[in-house]
DNA sequence: ACGCTCGTACGATACATGTCGTACTACGAA
DNA sequence: TTCGTAGTACGACATGTATCGTACGAGCGT
């Protein structure tokens, strides 16, 4: 009745427009890894596995800003075969917080 | 030729407006209490004293709190008297990020 | 001179976070 | 069926951060 070890969530969480909160979406950009990310993002790589981005850190590590992206409502990550893909939840944000992913992205 | 406690430092240190970082700053911001300090401060209250927020923290809390959003360049201080004024570097935030702080603000 | 108020510095503490390695699963291909 | 690749879960670890209390300094008023 319960899955012992690794056994990678199906279900993927995502919350609801409505429930992205401003704070959580400013943290999670505030670390450089999860910027480039979003940046990459941006960058009309619309649909990108995780593996793509080349990131200077360990797979896990990676896992876990992905995870931060997603949670905080960034990002939104499908299953698609073995890989994960992520897009950018543009229109969300520009829903909840008008001008900031450009805003953020603008900067530099 | 040394000054064993608690001496207040004079001299302020603000970051330059081109040493301001976009992490520091979405770092800066990303927490609940500076981000009120920040509203209430854009909400008119153009040069206000520490003790005049009345956050739900400590006075040590409360110190920490605008010393980070110093460091980050969100916010400028000095003395007045016993009191510490904080204001807003807009200009210098509007320069190096456009329409961040206005999103933060127009958010929620 | 004396105390009051605003704010700092410092130490302690609890919790969050970024990082990794290892063991594992899921899927697709040979 | 067997193997390789993409990614997860978990535990460990170091560091960062939010919080507090206490002791103190700097100005102002009396």
Redesign the interface.
């Given at each position: 009745m319960s899955r012992n070890k690794a056994v990678p969530e199906r279900r993927l969480h995502h919350p609801d427009r409505d429930e992205i909160r401003?704070?959580?979406v400013?943290?999670a950009?505030?670390?450089?890894i999860r910027?480039r990310i979003v940046r990459e993002l941006a960058r009309g790589h619309d649909d990108m596995a995780c593996i793509a981005f080349d990131l200077p850190v360990s797979k896990s590590t990676s896992t876990h800003h992905f995870r931060v992206l997603r949670e905080a409502g960034v990002i939104r990550q499908y299953y698609e075969g073995t890989s994960r893909m992520s897009r950018l939840r543009e229109d969300d944000l520009e829903a909840?917080?008008?001008?900031?992913l450009?805003?953020?992205l603008?900067?530099?």
């Open positions: 401003l704070e959580s400013l943290s950009l505030s670390d450089p910027l909840r917080m008008p001008g900031l450009s805003a953020v603008g900067a530099e």
